[in-house]
């Protein structure tokens, strides 16, 4: 079953374990030294190139934390095997304290082989990868620009990389970043690359479903399954079986159902609301938020258990402020983006436009500096963008929640009044080819007509 083979160095007291392990992972064809002798243990770790240590939590002369808190600390990231940690129920707290100091994984007691043999074969295939990380450092280059990642800064260059090799694997991904700065681009361009790019990403929002609702929608539910539930529908982990998903503004997540997620991404199964039965999933999961999940945890409404079941790959996108290296190649990539979309030619945004739009602090990061480029667009009268074309100022206000100050809402409200007015003009009249210029829909250009015409 499994893809690829490395060298296990095996670490348990017992015989008996070591043995039945031994013998499952060898038949796996895996090359395995199982030892119960710490200092064996360390020869074997000096003289081999073990791709993955699997230790057990209690050991003779040693705990297993404190052999993987020594291994890890005297041996450079690149020469480093990969960490698994074996653990009864009791001691998870030493597990998650292996993660915490840069162990891949934990198997929890008492386990099944096939679940020992999918970790390790997650676990070879990402210290494969980092074996081939330099080659893929040089070979990279602009292919990633094709699923829409726009940047150059050596922020957005690290996280382009680490896509690319996560991509590769079918480890969790946690994307964390502010509203508006490419979670779920980078999410998809993930799946894009990914083995399993012919099937669709599955995407659940776990802000936008109230909570009753999200347990269903995530996991299933049968007939009768609570009142309404008149017919079985299957759910979002189902459907992305052998696929991805993407669980979005995963931080807004109620606490019972983390407890329920856990419980999936511990043992890659499901149990559809009020049936009995367990169906197993084969997911990628790649987590987003924009909340910082760290600090939840702390403050007790995120669970520990689960942060570092996700925390597996993280990839932080920095603020728009952070990176405003990146400005003047978005602007480009929006400006001709939407001119072609409305049928203009134009040529770029005039320098004081630029030099506006690189001092601003885009709160609402790319996506705020991408609406403020469409509207631009729209309104400008020439070959180039100038400054009364650019408003600034109402996305910002919808992403930090604030409402906008009295001028900046007037500046708006002229904008919208203005670019209705010549996209009206553009079209004769045509309200349905209107809507098209600017880009929304029949209803909502209904909406701002009503709004705009009495006053
Ligand atoms: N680096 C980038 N290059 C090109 N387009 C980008 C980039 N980053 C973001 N965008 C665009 O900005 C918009 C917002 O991106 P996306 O929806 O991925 O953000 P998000 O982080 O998921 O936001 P939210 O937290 O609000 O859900 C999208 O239209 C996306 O295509
Ligand atoms: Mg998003």
Known sequence: MSARSGLLLLIDDEEKILKTLGRALREAGHDVVAT???????????????????????????????????????????????VLMMTAHATVSNAIEAMKLGAFDYLQKPFEIDELLLIVDRALELQRLRTDRRYLLSERDERFDSYGIVGDSAAIRKIMR????????????????????????????????????????????????????????????VRGAFTGASSTKKGKFSLAN??????????????????????????????????HRTERVDVRVIAATNRDLRQLVDQGVFQEDLFY?????????????????????????????HAQRVGRRIEGVHEGVLRLLTQWDWPGNVRELENVLERAVVLAEGATIREPDVS???????????????????????VERETMRRALESARGVKKDAAEIMGISQRALSYYLAKYTDD
Not at 202 to 208: E, F, G, M, P, Q
Not at 393 to 412: C, D, E, H, I
């Open 392 to 414: 600034l100022g109402r996305p910002a206000a919808a992403a930090t929640g604030q409402l906008p100050s009295l001028k900046l809402r007037a500046n708006v409200e002229w």
């Open 242 to 275: 052998g696929s991805t998903i993407l669980l979005d503004e995963i931080g807004m997540m109620a606490p019972l159902l983390q407890s329920k997620l856990l419980r999936v991404l511990q043992e890659r199964e499901v149990e559809p609301l009020g049936s």
């Open 309 to 337: 079941r996700l925390h597996v790959i993280p990839l932080a996108i920095p603020p728009l402020r952070d990176r405003r290296e990146d400005i003047p190649l978005l602007v480009d990539h929006f400006v001709q983006k």
């Open 162 to 221: 680490e896509a690319e090799i996560v991509a590769g694997t079918k480890s969790t991904v946690l994307i964390m970043g502010e509203t508006g700065t490419g979670k779920e681009l980078v999410a998809r361009a993930i799946h894009a690359r990914s083995a399993q790019r012919d099937r669709p990403l599955i995407k659940v929002n776990c802000a936008a479903i109230p909570e009753t609702l999200l347990e269903s929608e995530l996991f299933g539910h």
């Open 36 to 82: 119960a002798d710490i200092v064996q243990a360390r020869g074997v770790l000096r003289d081999r190139a073990v791709d993955i240590l699997l230790v057990d939590h209690l050991m003779p002369e040693m705990s297993g934390i404190d052999f993987i808190r020594d291994y890890l600390a005297t041996t450079p990231a690149e020469e480093r095997a990969q």
